[in-house]
């Protein structure tokens, strides 16, 4: 299955300040998704990001708040923009996994702290 | 869109016991049934899933069901152990261009030495 790298694994930010997540795979991947989990909550999409085109964003996320960025089949990022303690959570990257097609895995993880 | 139930929420056992945890979705389209466990502090790893052209599959102590008709899914763990003991989370497939996930709110499992 595809490794992926994610950092940083977790930070402390000022409100009003942008994080920006970086999600590196060992393999080429048509989609990345982007997944935000609130403390002792499931994963919710946030977006689903493919390379060349602009990322798709869930409903209730916006690309002003969560920019995206997918510059090649490797890697991609997401910046949490103008923070606020609300956004305290941890945030997740995961690709589709070949050969089995549709297992997806995930990165381990950026857990963000907004004070 | 895809709306994933998950019960129960919390589910404790003791060690040897069986757990099973259910799953409901709405959305007839949907065609790959994963479930994961979570660690605390880790990230969900996938456990095991499952297609829509089949009702069963094992892998040792793990087992997942498929009722399509009744679109609901189940996991099954047989002989529990403590190290079973995590968070578990069903997924449903949904497909708007691209196939994406949709997940349940979760399981805790504890399994009582």
């Known amino acids: 299955s595809a490794v992926i790298s994610q950092k940083p694994s977790r930070d402390i930010c000022q409100r009003g300040t942008s994080l920006t997540i970086q999600c590196q795979v060992d393999?080429?991947?048509?989609?990345m998704f982007w997944y935000r989990q609130q403390p002792g909550q499931s994963l919710t999409l946030i977006a689903t990001?493919?390379?060349?085109?602009?990322?798709?964003?869930e409903s209730g996320f916006v690309i002003d708040k969560f920019p995206i960025s997918r510059p090649n089949l490797t890697f991609s990022t997401l910046t949490v923009s103008n923070m606020s303690p609300e956004d305290s959570s941890i945030y997740l990257c995961?690709?589709?996994?070949?050969?089995?097609?549709?297992?997806?895995?995930f990165g381990s993880g950026t857990r963000l702290t907004v004070v | 869109g895809e709306n994933v139930e998950q019960h129960p929420s919390t589910l404790s056992v003791q060690e040897g016991d069986s757990a099973v945890i259910k799953c409901t979705y709405s959305?007839?389209?949907?065609?790959?049934f994963p479930w994961y466990k979570q660690e605390l502090g880790k990230r969900p790893q996938l456990i095991i899933d499952?297609?829509?052209?089949?009702g069963e599959k094992k892998d040792q102590r793990i087992a997942v069901t498929l009722n399509k008709t009744a679109k609901h899914f189940s996991l099954h763990i047989t002989e529990t152990q403590p190290e079973d003991s995590a968070v578990y989370f069903c997924a449903a497939s949904i497909s708007t261009g691209f196939q994406k996930l949709v997940f349940g709110t979760g399981t805790r499992l504890l399994v009582s030495p």
């Open positions: 959305d007839s389209a949907s065609n790959y």
């Open positions: 995961s690709v589709e996994t070949a050969p089995t097609r549709y297992g997806y895995t």
């Open positions: 499952i297609r829509s052209n089949v």
């Open positions: 990001a493919n390379q060349g085109s602009e990322a798709t964003y």
């Open positions: 393999s080429q991947v048509t989609m």
